[in-house]
Structures are given as C-alpha cells and as structure tokens.
C-alpha cells in the first residue's frame, strides 16, 4: 500500500536560539548534516518505494525557502499547503487530510514533524510496515520511542493490550510530561513509551474521529481547504475559514479521546532535538565528550557543545557547557539549563529586539541580504540575487540608494531607464524614483547598496509589481 508522507514544518524551535529564528528556525537549518532538517526527513521517506510525493504543511514566511530546499534535493510535493496562523497540529493534519481525499479516497497518511532525528532508518521503516498492519484495521497509529532514560522533556504513552497479531498495542492513556520521580518509574515498568508525535493512519479515519471529538476543527479546516486557492507553487487555505478553527494539538484532539489509538514502540535512534543538550546527545563526540562545529579550539574541555558559525571561538578548562555563536548574538550555558533558553527568546520579545526573529543575514525568494554597517541616517547592505530572479518594482518615500555591483550582471530599472551593469559599475537610486533590480546572469549577483535618508526600515517599501506576490 502507498503512502502519502505528511510533512508538519510549522515550529520555531526557541530553544535552539541564538542558531534557530523565528524566520529561520531548526527545521531549515543544517544541524547534524549538511542537509537541512527537512531535507533530512524528506530524504529519508521518499527513497522509500512505498512513498508518494509529500504534502508539506507550512507557514507563509517559510514557504520560498522550503520550496527551495525541495528543490535543491529534487523532490516535488504533491502540495505546500500555507497556514495562514499557527493553529497547532490538529488543523494542520485535517489540512493535508481534505487534501489528499480529493485524489485518493484511500490515502494513508504518515505525518511526521519536519525536524527530527532518526538514525535507523532501517528500523524506522520496520515500524511504519508494522504501524500498517494496525491500519489495515482501521487504527490510528502513534509510535512510541523505546526510552533509554528517565526523560522529564517527553510525554509518555501507556501500552494496554495487543492490537491482534500485529506486534503493536492498544493505547491505554497519554501521560503529560513527568518529573524525575516518575520518569524514573516509567522506564523500570517497561511498558511506557516516549510521544514521538509521529503518526501513521487513513485521512478518512482521521477525519471521522476528528469529526467526532472536535466537530469546529473539522468544519472550519474542511471549509479552508474547498476555498483554498493557487498561489505560484502554493496552496492557500482560505484565511477566514482557518481562524475560525479552534487551535489544539492532534494528540489532545483525537489521539487521548479516541478508541482506535494504537502505539507501535520503535527503536530508531529518534530525537525530537528540542534542546541543544538533545542535540549533543545525537552527534558524535571527541574523545573528551565535545560535540563541535565551525571554527573552534579547545583546551582542558570535556563534555560540551561548543558551535562558531561567524568567527573563531576558543574555549578554556570548562565542562558542560553549551556555546553557541552568531554574526549577532552569543549563547553560553550550562547543559543543566539548555530548557531554558527559551525563557532568553522571550526576553527579546519583550524588549522588542529582533535577534530572535532573523539573523543579520536575511533570506528573501531572490536571494538574501545582510547589514553590513550603518549609523544616523546610513546603512550598508550586502545584498546576493540568484540567478534569473529579480526584486519587486518598489519605491521609498525616505530614503536613496546607491548600487555597487561587485560580482555577475545587474538589469537595473530605474524610472523609465533600464541599465545593465557589470563588475565595478554603480547607479544612483533618489528618493521616490521607481526601480528594480535584476539577475538576467547564469551565476549569483553579489552587490552591495549605500541607503541615505531620514528613515531607513524595511516597512519604507511601496510594492507595484512582485514577481512572488507578495503584499
């Protein structure tokens, strides 16, 4: 039997910053390969021959690069479904759901979150054959990770009795997170199983039992996806239909109040690498216990994370320790406390800062940009087209620019006037004039813009025309 991969790339993932943004978070970042965390778990169900092109379900901010990351490991899903809100899980699997039925009154669904670890393939494989079993029957199938230790960062599932000559078994109930104590008593029993939040079942049957515990969900999500509407490579569920739906997590939803909950218990080298201690745990060490990455020397230091993205980053007679270092921003704390690190992004929020939304380099659908210096009334910026693309026609009411191209071909409009400038050739941009910039070359355009003016925000941009629709 097909199956249809359901790929829930919606999270943040706070408690990776200062790595992880709100515009950039971990499922789009390279954290134990070089491939994104995405392309990880893309890669890893579609080589299987069973799998059918993924739904990937998204937020709108994320959607040019996620269709970017599909493209750079050649895959094409069958959709990229835009939430307009963050709706929590439920909605966004009846989403994928509606979708499929439209095309297969059969789907089978396998949703899993875009940013997990598996490092046995083999054996997850294994468990989504015998997860099949269960759904055959009409079961709606969780898979329970096999603990290693009394782990207070995870819900736990209860097995009850066999599900019938399958090797799985009936749930008998969730368990929110517990403390140590009862961690601890878990793992002695043997028959609790961390929450993966990974699930394997028909659309219908989701759809019926969600019908039936959590009837708005089901009507508001099924009224967005009849109203949805093609944007580029896009699917966009109606905006007004899904803020009516109430926002909760499949397993509160569907999986803790229904009969046909089934748990598959899976040894699979899983982490949901919610912390930069998890992730430490799932990469492979130095001899001394140190997990690195980027430009890093250490002295006398045992059992710690130390990652230099931007610059070098020495480190001296330390242990447990988790250091992380950006263009912008700098994270040192003891492993005890990697949790809490979310409570930093919070604080940022508060002061109303930004290093918790982008980093200095930011990434648009034409390519990227980042603040190189700026002051009263200045900035510079470096600024890199991809080849074939090109930015909005726009104007600022406050402020000039001067282009410097360092590198490739730049196709300047400007007012009525179209340039092509090369290597070491520059144009001026006064304040209200209509331009745009683009790459007409086979190979990056590398450029950087001189901005003078009263006010320099991003928000002074008037839009008349956008290649990528955007407002």
């Not at 039936?212 to 009849?226: D, G, N, Q, T």
């Not at 492979?284 to 216990?289: E, I, N, Q, T």
């Not at 005890?336 to 508060?350: E, F, I, P, R, T």
């Not at 080849?387 to 726009?394: A, H, I, R, T, V």
Request: proline residues 5%; charged residues 25%.
């Amino acid at each position: 039997m097909k199956i249809h991969p359901v790929i829930l790339s919606g999270g943040s993932g706070t408690r990776l910053w200062p790595l992880s943004r709100s515009a950039y978070p971990k499922q789009l970042l390279p954290l134990v390969s070089d491939q994104t965390m995405l392309q990880e778990t893309i890669t890893r169900v579609c080589a299987w021959p069973e799998a059918l092109a993924p739904v990937l379900v998204c937020g709108n901010d994320h959607r040019f690069m996620i269709a970017e990351q599909m493209r750079e490991v050649d895959v094409r899903p069958h959709a990229i479904m835009l939430e307009p809100q963050g709706k929590n899980t439920a909605p966004a699997v009846a989403a994928a759901a509606f979708q499929l039925l439209r095309q297969d009154p059969e789907a089978v669904m396998l949703v899993l979150p875009a940013d997990h670890v598996i490092t046995d393939r083999a054996a997850f494989h294994e468990a989504v054959r015998r997860a099949m079993a269960s759904v055959e029957q009409g079961a709606l199938v969780t898979f329970g990770i096999q603990p290693s230790k009394p782990e207070t960062g995870y819900g736990y599932i209860l097995r009850g009795q066999a599900h019938g000559q399958t090797g799985n078994f009936s749930v008998d109930r969730f368990v929110e997170k517990p403390d140590l104590e009862r961690a601890q008593a878990f793992l002695d029993d043997g028959r609790y199983y961390w929450n993966s939040g990974m699930f394997l079942f028909r659309a219908r049957d989701y759809l019926d039992e969600l019908e039936r515990h959590r009837p708005l969900i089901a009507a508001a999500i099924k009224e967005a996806v009849s109203k949805a509407y093609t944007d580029l490579d896009f699917c966009r569920l109606d905006e007004s239909a899904f803020a009516s739906s109430p926002s909760e997590s499949i397993d509160y939803a569907v999986m803790e109040n229904t009969q046909r909950a089934v748990v598959v218990p899976a040894d699979i080298g899983w982490s949901d690498v919610g912390s930069w201690s998890a992730l430490q745990e799932v990469m492979p060490a130095d001899a001394d216990g140190n997990v690195v990455r980027g430009d890093v020397h250490l002295d006398g230091v045992s059992n710690s994370l130390v990652r230099a993205e931007s610059r070098m980053v020495a480190v001296l007679g330390v242990e447990n320790l988790v250091i992380v270092e950006t263009d912008d921003a700098v994270l040192v704390a003891h492993k005890d406390k990697a949790q809490d690190v979310k409570g930093v992004v919070d604080k940022l929020k508060q002061s109303k800062r930004s290093e918790h939304i982008h980093h200095k380099r930011v990434f648009r659908p034409w390519g990227s940009y980042e603040s190189v210096d700026s002051g009263e009334r200045f900035q510079v910026k470096r600024i890199i087209v991809k080849p074939g693309e090109k930015l909005s026609l726009q104007m600022h009411y406050h402020r000039a620019e001067h282009w410097v191209v360092v590198s490739g071909s730049a196709l300047v409009t400007r007012g009525e006037e179209v340039t092509l400038l090369s290597e070491n050739e520059s144009i001026y941009l006064p304040i209200g004039v209509t331009h745009r910039l683009e790459n007409p070359g086979k190979l990056p355009l590398h450029l950087i813009e001189v901005q003078s003016g009263s006010y320099l925000g991003e928000d002074d941009i008037v839009r008349f025309d956008d290649v990528y629709k955007r407002a």
